[in-house]
């Protein structure tokens, strides 16, 4: 599709656009950790302390024992969860 002379594509809800999982966690050595979507008690919890507009965009570090939670697109973005979310 074309809009204004530019091509514009676009891209399903459910296509995996943010499929790319691994990202650094600085709680991990800053090694490359898989990073999932937060569940809805996390969630709350992020939205808490960053907002509506942003909360979306953290992911939680999927490592086993990391509380690491951050903003998808910038990794020095972020903050650990409590520790009652082990």
Known sequence: MTRGGLSV??????SGAMADSSKRCQNCGDSMQNFR?????????VLSRVGRAEAGNY????NGHCLRV???FKYGK?????????
């Open 9 to 14: 594509r676009r891209v399903p809800a459910d």
């Open 70 to 72: 951050q903003h998808y």
């Open 37 to 45: 979507k937060l569940q809805a008690d996390e969630f709350d919890y």
């Open 59 to 62: 992911r939680r570090c999927d």
């Open 78 to 86: 972020g903050f650990d969860l409590p520790l009652s979310f082990r």
